[in-house]
């Protein structure tokens, strides 16, 4: 059976336990349980493990799958059941002798990670398991209450968060002179808006430091030439819309260094930052991916607002004097 030109063992959620009478029948005309799907990067195992299937893992099991094998990331069934948080498909291969400590990414095993999410109880008293130290405890605590306190964030727009320059000197990064932005509310903002012949973009700095780059009636805050002339010079800047995308565009000293997401897997290179921010975790902890953008954007820059601030502070209109954004051509 084929969809399109995609033989039907390479759709995602084919390997699912809704699926399983045609599994079976895979299996019984001498299917591969083992065998490489080269379309999703993994085998079958890996598939069912993220879907929780605990009825597919258990036929493929049967039929000889390998509890441990590898994907192209170069990790286990074990690793994408915790990831995705699939309790039952956790217990089902631990039961069939998969290795929660194998180091998988960045030396980080299947258990480790999990010792970090509500699954921890199903790992916490295996033989062998590390000993999280109150140090790293207490931090991945501090990421995880902040990651909370952004739980009721709805703006929709885009929004940027600057470290290690101060407001007036990102004003004038873009071209602009301090003084003649001078922070304004309500009507006085809506009007610098509409009378500039440029395209603008709003610059705030919230009460514990960093600079807040605000979507305004113009170019976008993570727009190439605003962020490039932000963090030139020195300074980090990460953007997004927080609300309604994943991703996240991250910006150091005039360069873009990273567009992570927050459900693509993380790789030995990823750095500690999205790890304590949760990036691919697809459910073993229950933060959203809203609250993980919002994190690493305040883990990177040490800015930090509340929607209460976003609404009520002074804001300059800072226009983007660029012949690409100009309005008039």
């Not at 590390?130 to 909370?148: S, Y």
């Amino acid at each position: 059976m084929t969809v399109g030109d995609i033989e039907w063992s390479e759709i995602t959620g084919a390997w699912s336990d809704t699926n399983l009478r045609e599994i079976r029948e895979r299996l019984a005309e001498g299917f591969d349980p083992g065998q490489w799907l080269p379309w999703l990067d993994s085998t079958p195992l890996h598939q069912a493990a993220q879907e929780g299937a605990v009825r597919v893992i258990g036929l493929l099991l049967a039929a000889g799958a390998q509890v441990d094998s590898t994907d192209g990331d170069g990790v286990t069934p074990l690793w994408e059941a915790v990831r995705h948080g699939q309790d039952d498909a956790v217990r089902l291969l631990l039961a069939a002798g998969a290795d929660p400590w194998r180091p998988c990414i960045a030396g980080r095993s299947p258990g480790l990670q999990a010792l970090f999410t509500e699954l921890a109880g199903l790992f916490s008293d295996l033989p062998g398991a590390p000993r999280i130290g109150p140090k790293l405890r207490e931090i991945q605590e501090t990421v995880d209450d902040m990651m909370f306190s952004y739980e009721d964030y709805h703006e929709e727009f885009c929004i940027s968060f600057v470290g290690g320059v101060a407001e007036e000197e990102v004003v004038r990064r873009l071209g602009a002179v301090p003084e003649h932005c001078p922070p304004v509310m309500g009507g006085e903002l809506r009007r610098a808006e509409h009378e500039s012949p440029f395209e603008t973009v709003r610059i705030a700095s919230p009460p514990g430091g960093g600079v807040v780059l605000f979507q305004s009636e113009g170019i976008l805050p993570v727009h190439d030439s605003v962020a490039r002339r932000v963090t030139s010079g020195g300074g980090v800047l990460a953007g997004g819309f927080p609300l309604t995308s994943g991703s996240i565009d991250i910006w150091r000293d005039g360069v873009s260094v990273a567009r992570p997401s927050v459900h693509e897997q993380l790789g030995d290179d990823s750095p500690f930052e999205l790890w304590m921010c949760r990036f691919g975790d697809c459910g073993a902890h229950p933060s959203t991916a809203t609250e993980r953008v919002l994190a690493l954007m305040t883990l990177l820059t040490a800015t930090y607002v509340t929607e209460e601030w976003l609404w009520n502070t002074p804001t300059r209109v800072v226009p983007i004097e660029l012949r690409q954004t100009s309005r008039g051509g």
